[in-house]
């Protein structure tokens, strides 16, 4: 089992920025897949990025590309997202995802372990 405990989130204005942080436990971390996921009201939840377990490469939904970054820290057993420039349509609860298998990064059947979310607010 892996637990997985979200922190980071709150309100902002447009044009600002927030670091979300996943914390990891339970399993190696070295040996997961990580992804962050969101959802608004109303909406189903949706990729936002993703990042390796072994070389790190990550992957970003368009709509965050240029904007979002995603990193990990191994020996801290955390993963983070730097947001900058936010938009109102960033508004969401944001998820945090973990899988040891080998699975697509951008779907959420890809991810077997999830946190409880945190909220983010971007007011215009």
């Known amino acids: 089992q892996v637990q997985l405990v979200e922190s980071g989130g709150g309100l902002v204005q447009a044009g600002g920025s927030l670091r979300l942080s996943c914390a990891a436990s339970g399993r190696a971390f070295s040996s997961l897949n990580m992804g962050w996921f969101r959802q608004a009201p109303g909406k189903e939840r949706g990729f936002v990025a993703a990042?390796?377990?072994?070389?790190?490469?990550?992957y970003y939904a368009d709509s965050v590309k240029g904007r979002f970054t995603i990193s990990r820290d191994n020996a801290k057993n955390t993963v983070y997202r730097q947001m900058n420039s936010l938009k109102p349509e960033d508004t969401a609860v944001y998820y945090c995802?973990?899988?040891?298998?080998?699975?697509?990064?951008?779907?959420?059947?890809?991810?077997?372990?999830w946190g409880q979310g945190t909220q983010v607010t971007v007011s215009s």
């Open positions: 995802g973990a899988t040891s298998r080998i699975s697509s990064a951008s779907h959420l059947q890809g991810y077997d372990y």
């Open positions: 990042i390796r377990r072994s070389v790190g490469g990550t």
